[in-house]
């Protein structure tokens, strides 16, 4: 019997070795308005715990879980993630973790956004003026294979519109469901352009030059922080080298007369 119970957790280990190794390996996808699938990532101890999220949810208040759909859904996990599964989450690992991923998954999501919005413009500005519809433009810009955020996020609103939203509302339930700044900035132009009756292809123009502006504003700002955020790795990197380098034969010296 004794022997028996070496041989159990050499079992166990071996088991729960292999479903790591599964896990570790899985890959795990959302799927996009329009049918394909986008890869997503999400921490190893999301995948373990997952699948034991449902024995949480007799213990989660349906209005707490909800105010983690919007946030969920602007970090591209919506369909991927539920709001009780993330408070699930968040019970099992002692709930600082899941938050501090969730808000690093928003901002790199919106870096994303922002970056990609003037070049987008750009391309959508030569559509529209070319000849094209604006959701003709917008089809074409999301014919790529492999889309990016903003892409993924103007799908959605193409497919608002085709299942017979206004362009108007479509574009107000892309700026609330995303939050991004620039592209809530976008949507709002031209719903104005939209009431007003100004040519869109002119509104997307001016967005780009701004969105084109901005870009450069702020490459300009980083540009300008770059020495203060170099201080203090060369005060702990290499300042200390150069010390010793130049006070070492005198301390060496100093040691030698002393004895």
Same mark, same amino acid.
């Given at each position: ?24 390996? !899985? &890959? ?16 190893? *101890? ?5 699948? %034991? ?23 591209? /996990? ?13 019970? /099992? ?10 808000? !690093? ?8 956004? /922002?970056?990609?919005?003037?070049? &987008?413009?750009? $391309? ?29 996020? %103007?799908?959605? /609103?193409? #497919? !608002? ?15 609330? #469901?995303?939050?991004?700044? @620039? ?5 709002? *132009? ?7 009756? &100004? ?51 005198? $301390?060496? @010296? ?6």
């Amino acid at each position: 019997m004794k022997a028996l119970i070496p041989m159990f957790w050499a079992l166990a280990a071996a088991f729960l070795a292999a479903y790591l190794c599964l896990v570790m390996g !899985e &890959v795990v996808y959302v799927t996009l308005a329009d049918g394909r699938k986008a890869e997503r990532r999400i921490p190893l *101890a999301f995948k373990i715990l997952l699948p %034991l999220c449902p024995n949480f949810f007799r213990f989660v208040k349906p209005a707490y879980a909800a105010r983690f759909e919007p946030k969920l859904a602007q970090a591209g /996990m919506d369909g991927l993630i539920s709001g009780q599964e993330f408070v699930a989450l968040k019970a /099992m690992l002692l709930w600082v973790f899941p938050d501090i991923w969730l808000r !690093e998954a928003i901002k790199e999501r919106h870096t994303s956004i /922002m970056r990609s919005l003037p070049f &987008v413009l750009d $391309l959508l500005t030569l559509s529209v003026e070319a000849g094209m519809d604006f959701v003709s433009a917008l089809q074409r810009n999301c014919s790529a294979k492999k889309l990016t955020p903003l892409n993924e996020e %103007l799908l959605v /609103m193409t #497919r !608002e519109i085709q299942i017979g939203s206004s362009r108007k509302e479509a574009l107000r339930h892309m700026a609330e #469901r995303v939050g991004e700044p @620039n592209l809530r900035a976008f949507a709002f *132009a031209l719903i104005q352009a939209d009431e007003l009756g &100004v040519s869109i292809g002119t509104m997307l123009r001016i967005q780009a030059e701004q969105m084109r502006d901005k870009r450069f504003d702020r490459a300009e700002r980083m540009a300008a922080q770059a020495p203060t955020k170099m201080l203090f790795p060369l005060m702990l990197c290499i300042f200390p080298a150069v010390f010793v380098i130049l006070l070492g034969p005198v $301390l060496a @010296n100093a040691l030698k007369g002393m004895f």
